[in-house]
């Protein structure tokens, strides 16, 4: 069975940083584009970065600069290494696999996503 699991989110001030990871089972991220989708309070789903299965990363204009989105194959873990928080980046944040095509708009729609993990920036 597959299963995405993310951890690391957490509250930070303005300026801080968190590094969020997603362990998954069942699952072999080598050969996938897997990514990274946040959704606020009463907002829709956002895609903030994908990485595609030859290494290739695409991030929102957003959090361009802000963000790394890396992935250990061997460890089958993927990670978004956070920088620069904002108070306007406060969402759940879920790891995301195989969506149709490997874009940060179209992640948000991959086929398996986590639980996701709360990530609150403070002013």
């Known amino acids: 069975q597959v299963q995405l699991v993310e951890s690391g989110g957490g509250s930070v001030q303005a300026g801080g940083s968190l590094r969020l990871s997603c362990a998954a089972s069942?699952?072999?991220?080598?050969?996938?584009?897997m990514g990274w989708f946040r959704q606020a309070p009463g907002k829709g789903r956002e895609g903030v970065a994908a990485?595609?299965?030859?290494?290739?990363?695409i991030y929102a204009d957003s959090v361009k600069g802000r963000f790394t989105i890396s992935k250990d194959n061997a460890k089958n873990t993927l990670y978004l290494q956070m920088n620069s928080l904002k108070p306007e980046d406060t969402a759940m944040y879920y790891c995301?696999?195989?969506?149709?095509?490997?874009?940060?708009?179209?992640?948000?729609?991959?086929?398996?996503w986590g639980q996701g993990t709360q990530v609150t920036v403070s002013s």
């Open positions: 069942g699952y072999t991220y080598s050969s996938y584009c």
């Open positions: 990485i595609d299965s030859d290494g290739s990363t």
């Open positions: 995301a696999a195989d969506p149709p095509v490997c874009t940060v708009v179209a992640i948000r729609w991959g086929t398996r």
